[in-house]
């Protein structure tokens, strides 16, 4: 298809519009891809990437999910897409989820700190 390319190749913070799978995908991951909202027509925003790329946080069909690279570059997608997605809420930059623990974003956060904050203690 012309005018695409992979889910994977898209940078943080790009908006693009699913068009399909490669041709070289497995059946099982086709279906998987399919059950988890990724199907032609749908918008697709790139979150954010873990430190080594892999996984990567994208946001589409009302939901957040980490995918890694193995499967996301068996995504086709049309070229970014400018402005706002039906259904994205405004004023949040990429990167920025409600209900992360402080420090998260920065590697700020100590194991024994999210423990406590898991347990409520603070």
Do not use: I, N
């Not at 990167?95 to 194991?111: A, C, D, R």
């Amino acid at each position: 298809m012309a005018g695409t390319r992979s889910l994977v190749e898209l940078p943080a913070g790009a908006r693009a519009m699913v068009v399909g799978t490669t041709a070289d995908v497995e059946p099982h991951v086709a279906r998987r891809l399919v059950d988890l909202g990724l199907v032609p027509g749908t918008p697709v925003t790139v979150v954010r990437r873990a430190p080594l790329r892999d996984p990567t946080l994208y946001r589409f069909a009302d939901t957040s999910m980490c995918l890694r690279a193995a499967q996301a570059r068996h995504v086709l997608v049309t070229a970014e897409l400018p402005g706002e997605l039906p259904g994205e809420t405004t004023g949040e930059l990429p990167g920025e989820l409600p209900g992360e623990l402080p420090g998260e974003t920065t590697g700020e956060t100590t194991v024994q700190e999210a423990a406590g904050l898991a347990l409520g203690v603070r």
